[in-house]
Antibody, heavy 117, light 107 residues
Framework: QVQLKESGPGLVQPSETLSLTCTVS????????VNWVRQPPGKGLEWMGT???????DYNSALKSRLSISRDTSKSQVFLKMNSLQTEDTAIYLC???????????WGQGASVTVSS | DIQMTQSPASLSASLGETVTIECLAS??????LAWYQQKPGKSPQLLIY???SLNDGVPSRFSGSGSGTQYSLKINSLQSEDVSIYFC?????????FGGGTKLELK
């Protein structure tokens, strides 16, 4: 059974760095990529970036200067780090598996992140 | 970036009705379009990929169509469990972009 689960701090101070972990099960990170997507309260979805099955990455150019995605295949974990957080970064952060048809075919439940002092 | 414009932003329909949601891309995306369903308080779920391919386990009352810049999602015989927000997403070019969403409610 394919599962993804996000974890991380619920509250981050402005200007600090967000660190999130996506722990996956039911598939291998060397066979499938993982995306990060975020959803501000009451708003739509924004693709942040992808780490592919070969370990290469692709980032949304709007976030590229602040964003880093990495992984530990032995632990089946994907990591997101984003620096210089502002209040507009308040959102639910979701990880999603990159399916074989260039779509996100399985999603985590999401991690709520609030940027506030 | 490719802009995805969804319409309508919200929709109210009765049980058993047929509803259609539209998605317009700012340039040709060559059918590289997916539809996702997000039920209240839940994560999105993949419904359709490559514009018209139904994901495993998705009821056949859902269908997708379109080409070029214009795409649509059709729901036949609306059920109560279809109350959701529906998003389109293009995966033709980076960054992948989503439509603003269509909120479907029961009348």
């Amino acid at each position: 059974q394919v599962q993804l689960k996000e974890s991380g701090p619920g509250l981050v101070q402005p200007s600090e760095t967000l660190s999130l972990t996506c722990t996956v099960s039911g598939f291998s990170l060397t066979s499938y990529g993982v995306n990060w997507v975020r959803q501000p309260p009451g708003k739509g979805l924004e693709w942040m970036g992808t780490i592919w099955n070969d370990g290469s990455t692709d980032y949304n150019s709007a976030l590229k200067s602040r964003l880093s995605i990495s992984r530990d295949t032995s632990k089946s974990q994907v990591f997101l780090k984003m620096n210089s957080l502002q209040t507009e970064d308040t959102a639910i952060y979701l990880c999603a598996r990159e399916g074989g048809d260039d779509v996100m075919d399985a999603w985590g439940q999401g991690a709520s992140v609030t940027v506030s002092s | 970036d490719i802009q995805m414009t969804q319409s309508p932003a919200s929709l109210s329909a009765s049980l058993g009705e047929t509803v259609t949601i539209e998605c317009l891309a700012s340039e040709d995306i060559y059918s590289n379009l997916a539809w996702y369903q997000q039920k209240p308080g839940k994560s999105p779920q993949l419904l359709i990929y490559y514009a018209n391919s139904l994901n495993d386990g998705v009821p056949s009352r859902f269908s997708g169509s379109g080409s070029g810049t214009q795409y649509s999602l059709k729901i036949n015989s609306l059920q109560s469990e279809d109350v959701s927000i529906y998003f389109c997403q293009q995966n033709y070019d980076s960054p992948r972009t989503f439509g603003g969403g269509t909120k479907l409610e029961l009348k």
